[in-house]
């Protein structure tokens, strides 16, 4: 598993994704949706969200 952050015009979001094997080929899906940079600023109370989503 991995984290992917997407940026996007408005806001920054971190997803934790794994890699599967569908049908002989790759794909990633998304195990869970950690949030946007803003929302966990404000429910965790963190200052470096980076950090906070490498954890």
Do not use: C, F, P
């Not at 890699?19 to 869970?32: F, P, T």
Request: no cysteine.
């Amino acid at each position: 598993m991995r984290l992917n952050k997407v940026k996007s015009k408005n806001a920054i979001s971190y997803y934790i994704i794994r890699s599967v094997r569908r049908g002989g080929k790759n794909s990633s899906e998304i195990v869970k949706k950690l949030g946007t940079e803003k929302s966990i600023r404000e429910t965790y109370g963190v200052d470096d969200v980076d950090a906070w989503a490498r954890e």
